[in-house]
């Protein structure tokens, strides 16, 4: 993967290319069911589901394009968020990949009052990166990932927001994007990456298309977590980063949510960027070993993933949804 090394606020910052986001830089049965302190706000997230979205997902083995378990991850996908009141479009292009190899791919969108003017996207990529390039045993190298926290992790999240939606409708639009091709690219070539949200960039699924922001998850389930502001989002949407690390703050995950900008990493968010929609991009990071240590190796497995860490996420942006759609 192509790395460029610059400064940032004094900071050594890595760019990477993103797929590979190899950044920059930058059951106990328990619920996380959280209430604000003020009771007209009325914010639920469960973890416990949120969990259980996740499983399900890494239960059809490795999403990789052109698989069976792809295919059916892919109906389950877009019947839950159907059973969950959204108007539901699915976009299936053939993309061709840096190798070309043509994949048979679907991003999965939908909406929550969709007559709404005013729309927040929220997104996660659903496929699954098809070589464990990052193993540490090469023996492993060629085999597909599980998935379960990149890619698995924010999708679970995004359900479970879902489920909260059905009981409780916006005000304003909400958007969900699974994202599709996110994770088939290579090194030293960013336009291999994040192929599904780059087409629905320039294809949108609805005429004029454009919400107010986004908010994009990658990789926020994992244990012991570290998820600093992230360079280009806090250029492209400094008022929503402030808001979502400041609602962390205030819920009690400081030391989650650090209010630094720690990396800078081409991902998902960036088509979005480019298209002109201001988008976060919450991602773990870690100044010293870069992201989690099970990203692209066989590892990255449901014995990887934390309630707690669903939980946290999924309350910061319940809480910004309650208050403002």
Known sequence: MKEITCFLAGIAVLLAG??????VGASDGSSVESVSEEATENVSFSADSAYMYVSRQVEFGPRVPNTQAHRQAGEWLASKLESYGAKVISQTPTLTAFDGTKLQTRNIFGQFNPEASERILLLAHWDCRPWADQDPDPAKRKMPV????????????????????????PSKGVDILFTDAEDWGTDGNE???????????????????APREAILLDMVGGENPRFPKEYFSEKSAPGLNGALWSIA??????????????S???DDHIQL????????D????????????????????MEGISKETLGAVGHILMTYLRRNY
């Open 146 to 169: 599980d998935g379960a926290n990149d890619g698995a992790s924010g999708v679970g999240v995004l359900l479970e927001i879902a489920r909260q939606l059905a009981e409780q409708a």
């Open 191 to 209: 336009e291999s990456w994040a192929m599904g949200t780059r087409y629905f960039a320039e294809n949108p699924p609805v005429s004029g298309y």
């Open 18 to 23: 993103c797929g590979a986001k190899a950044s």
């Open 282 to 301: 919450i991602i773990e990071y870690h100044p010293q070993s870069g992201f989690n240590s099970r990203w692209h190796t066989t590892s990255d497995n």
């Open 273 to 280: 960027i480019e298209a002109g929609i201001p988008t976060v």
């Open 249 to 262: 703050s205030e819920k009690g995950y400081a030391s989650m949510f650090p209010e630094r900008v720690e």
């Open 264 to 266: 800078a990493v081409t």
